[in-house]
């Protein structure tokens, strides 16, 4: 897409922002950053560690359904396979058992990269002035010291909203208002965009009322992140990058 199409395809989802939640987009003061596909590539190993979890127990899955349940926190993607197998919800020892399982197995893959234009996203929100906001249904914890790690300044503990700080995940607006709540006593839905990946993201994201931006960095058909909600739907973090750079 060249700038021109992209300020084009901007300018048109604000405006179906402004109808969608009956606010006025003030400018981003705050932007909420999915973790998982928005900073580190690290959805396939997700997948591959829940699947061989599932080897383990004897419930039989797909790799690819994982990538539809990104969003989820660990304890309901173990529900949905303990509804389907066993036609009951699992207990919170099982749920213990199987997420820490998975932790482990997704530990021990090769390091994920950083997912191209990540950086320089949140490059972009510094010069910008604008808070940057974790908002993850992970509660990885690998990969959230490596947060600390890559990106001391931009995620505090303070400004980040995790699987472990939630009554209820993705799709569910909780994880995306509490990370509003983070961002500053002062700031209102509508001076934040949100930054996800994964359907059940985009469409918690949405109902928060935050200008929704869904990047599709993984394997989920064109236009889906539309269909749950997202506002533009766009191809990198490159894209999203120059986004925030034309927020100031
Ligand atoms: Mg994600």
């Known amino acids: 897409m ?12 604000f405006r179906r ?4 939640t009956g606010l006025s987009f003030e400018g981003a003061k705050a932007a909420l950053f999915d973790m ?7 959805m396939p190993g997700h ?24 969003g989820r926190t660990g304890a309901s993607t173990i529900n949905i396979l303990y ?8 207990t919170p020892e099982e749920i213990e ?6 932790t482990v197995l ?19 929100c510094a010069d910008a002035g604008i808070t940057p906001v974790l908002v993850t249904g992970s509660g990885q914890g690998s990969l959230l010291e490596r947060l600390s790690v890559e990106f001391p300044a931009a995620f505090p503990p303070g400004r980040r909203i995790t699987g472990r700080d939630v009554a209820r995940g993705k ?3 909780e994880p995306y208002l509490k990370g509003i709540a983070a961002a500053g006593d002062d700031i209102r839905p509508s001076a934040c965009i949100a930054i996800d990946n994964a359907p059940l993201g985009v469409k918690s994201a949405a109902a928060s009322g935050a200008f929704t931006i869904g990047v599709r960095t993984g394997p989920i058909p064109r236009g889906m992140l539309a269909e749950y909600g997202a506002d533009i739907e766009i191809d990198s973090m490159l894209q999203c990058t120059k986004i925030i750079s034309w927020l100031l």
């Open 83 to 90: 509804r389907r197998h066993y036609g009951r919800e699992a």
């Open 106 to 124: 997704f530990k021990a893959m090769p390091e994920v990269n950083l997912i191209p234009g990540a950086r320089e996203a949140l490059k972009a």
């Open 17 to 20: 922002y402004n109808l969608r």
């Open 97 to 102: 058992r199987l997420y820490h399982r998975k």
């Open 36 to 42: 998982d596909g928005i900073i580190f590539d690290s």
């Open 47 to 70: 997948a591959r560690a829940w699947m061989q979890m599932c080897r383990e127990e004897g419930i039989p899955a797909d790799e690819d359904e994982f990538f539809m349940y990104e």
């Open 2 to 13: 060249t700038d021109n199409a992209l300020r084009y395809s901007l300018n048109d989802a």
């Open 171 to 173: 799709p569910h607006p």
